[in-house]
């Protein structure tokens, strides 16, 4: 397979070889199995791959169990405890990154007091909110009276 420079031919041993890896457990179909034993025929490299895979199977299952020296899966309690520990220094460094992002965003400390704008200022600046509401909500209203003859839900064509 891997000096193939044809694709299809290629796609046939990757499959071939995938049929191969399952037909020592017996988990191909009958059409599967058949089209498997045609190509081993015709390819000495599959065929190669299917009699390596049939053999490491067949050992695997003359092989005598043995029960492990040591525990292969930690127990519950210790993965638990393992889990709140990795939540605890989780939230502790979500903590530490949200007061480092406020921190940033405050500004540096002067030495020279901050100036608060004049009174006049002040009421200058409200005065001048108050004016663009208003003008605002004229224009809103305006805008809704464009149609007076029509009532006013009126869609396309419904009669008034």
Do not use: N
């Not at 299917?50 to 005598?64: D, F, G, H, I, K």
């Amino acid at each position: 397979m891997p000096g193939w420079s044809d694709p299809v031919a290629a796609r046939r041993c990757e499959r071939a070889r995938a049929w191969g890896a399952l037909a020592p457990d017996a988990e191909l179909a009958e059409l599967e199995r058949r089209l498997l034993d045609a190509h081993l025929r015709r390819c000495g490299a599959c065929r190669h791959f299917a009699a390596e895979v049939a053999a490491v199977t067949s050992e695997l299952r003359a092989t005598a169990l043995r029960r492990p020296t040591r525990a292969v899966f930690q127990p519950a309690a210790r993965r638990r405890e393992l889990a709140r520990r990795a939540r605890a220094i989780g939230a502790v460094a979500a903590v530490a990154l949200v007061a480092v992002g406020i921190a940033a965003r405050q500004p540096l400390p002067t030495r020279e007091p901050a100036q608060r704008p004049a009174v006049a200022d002040r009421t200058q600046r409200d005065e001048a909110e108050i004016q663009a509401f208003r003008r605002l909500r004229r224009e809103s209203l305006l805008g809704a009276a464009a149609y007076p003859d029509r009532p006013p839900y009126h869609f396309g064509t419904q009669p008034a």
